[in-house]
């Protein structure tokens, strides 16, 4: 479907958060992403009404077309927007063309606490899951809403910000993410500094010469041109100097943030930050100690046991349990789908086992797995259990995920303790089936007695 608008701004016009609203609309119809981004960005129009809504009880039909004609939704959010009954009729008509969810709505904070500030709607999305009798009943769970944030204790402040945090609203309309669409901005600006700098060094060496030239010209006798000559010559230096002090200053905080980014575990982020600290090819930048030491540290020279992400194991939602098992021969996961079996040198995916297979189906037609790793926790980062809903699971919040464990290594050649060995399966008829945790082949099953109330488990 073809949109007149990239975007319907829906704001109080009160202030910040009508300062706010055509700010942002300024700054998204005028952005031009990076180049190095590969997104060709369109010409944006983002729809802002500009005038009051009178007294009637309705939406007007040019808000209505314009709701209509627009791909996404930017909400303006405060404390003030959850008391307009226009704001919120201007949300419910958008989410009732996506199927009242909240697919393509985007939330700017300017002001207030965000329970208070985001409309009821965005708080939730509503699942549709299957409860203990086999019906399909919808539930509501808590989400938190894409949304960016310029609360500030004034409204100079909070503009301010505005420069920066409006990158997160402008990523998802391009497609891409914030992170690396912001770090794109930052060497853009740095290259448009640089430039500047690049530039003025220029101007005034191309001066120096013309003021050589012209002592040459009169013999050198003119001692007025002379002076100014070793003036421009002192400023020539000034300005290098400087440049100098700029690019080793850049360098050093460009180290400091890899430093940071290392004790959090972000590993690959630290190695790109120590890297961009080093001159290029062609580049006049120093070469600073930190930043070698923070690059070579990073890259495991001083400590063996470093280790850099080799394998990604894909799954179809949010990861709930993982170890070595196995003897460390192969990685077992668990997420709401079913039962992964890897292959720990390679990753390749051995086997899956779900709920949906006929050697666990249930008699009662509505079937859960529930799995037990026999495992010796003693080892760090060798085993991962959520213990939350599954439902409330995010990449960015988890545990283990984007995280490097730099103080554990496993070798799949030697058993070692803490890789654990078989898997114990359940199904909700209570029926365990025990699971070889290298290969995922069935060892046996042991059917629930009929007069059975527990079930114990035992290697």
């Not at 697919?103 to 500030?117: A, F, H, K, Q, W």
């Not at 995280?403 to 199904?427: F, L």
Request: proline share 3%; with cysteine.
């Amino acid at each position: 479907m073809e949109y007149k608008y990239k975007a319907f701004i829906s704001y109080r016009h009160i202030e910040p958060d009508m300062q706010a609203a055509e700010k942002l609309q300024k700054l998204l119809e005028a952005y031009k992403p990076p180049k190095s981004l590969g997104v060709k960005k369109e010409n944006w129009r983002i729809f802002r009404d500009v005038s009051e809504l009178q007294s009637s009880s309705d939406l007007s039909e040019i808000i209505k077309n314009a709701i209509e004609s627009s791909e996404y939704l930017i909400v303006i959010c405060s404390p003030q927007y959850t008391e307009s009954k226009w704001c919120l009729q201007e949300l419910t008509r958008f989410r009732e063309l996506h199927d009242n969810k909240n697919t393509n709505i985007i939330t700017l904070l300017v002001n207030g606490d965000p329970r208070e500030s985001f409309p009821e709607e965005l708080t939730y999305a509503e699942v549709t899951t299957t409860n203990e009798k086999g019906e399909e009943v919808t539930v509501k769970v808590d989400v938190e809403p894409l949304a960016a944030n310029i609360v500030a204790d004034n409204i100079k402040d909070s503009m301010k910000k505005l420069n920066t945090e409006y990158l997160r609203i402008a990523a998802p309309l391009l497609g891409c993410d914030f992170n690396d669409l912001y770090q794109r901005e930052k060497r853009r600006e740095a290259a448009r500094r640089r430039r500047i700098f690049g530039g003025v060094s220029g101007i005034l060496s191309l001066i120096s010469i013309i003021s050589v030239a012209s002592a040459v010209t009169i013999n050198g006798k003119n001692k007025q041109i002379q002076k100014q000559n070793d003036q421009i010559k002192e400023q020539n230096v000034e300005i290098e100097n400087k440049n100098s002090e700029l690019l080793v200053e850049n360098a050093g905080h460009l180290a400091v943030e890899s430093e940071n980014l290392y004790k959090e575990s972000s590993l690959i982020p630290a190695i790109k930050k120590a890297v961009a600290a080093l001159p290029s090819e062609g580049e006049e930048k120093p070469v600073l100690p930190e930043a070698e030491y923070a690059l070579s540290r990073e890259l495991g020279m001083f400590r063996h046991t470093q280790m850099v992400p080799q394998l990604s194991l894909k799954h179809d939602c949010a990861v709930e349990q993982l170890s070595f098992m196995g003897g460390g021969k192969s990685v077992v996961s668990k997420d709401a789908t079913g039962v992964y079996f890897w292959d720990a040198e390679t990753g390749k995916l051995i086997k899956k086992l779900s709920a949906a297979d006929s050697e666990f189906a249930s008699a009662s037609g509505s079937n859960e797995l529930t799995a037990y790793f026999d495992v010796s926790l003693d080892k760090t980062g060798t085993y991962f259990h959520n213990a939350s809903s599954p439902s409330s699971i995010t990449y960015e919040n988890s545990s283990i995920f984007n995280k490097i464990y730099t103080n554990y290594i496993h070798s799949v050649e030697e058993d070692e303790q803490g890789t654990g060995g078989d898997v114990y399966i359940a199904n909700s008829d209570k029926s365990i089936w025990r699971i070889d945790g290298a290969t995922g082949e069935i060892k046996w099953k042991s059917p629930k007695p009929d007069n059975a109330l527990t079930i114990a488990i035992a290697s």
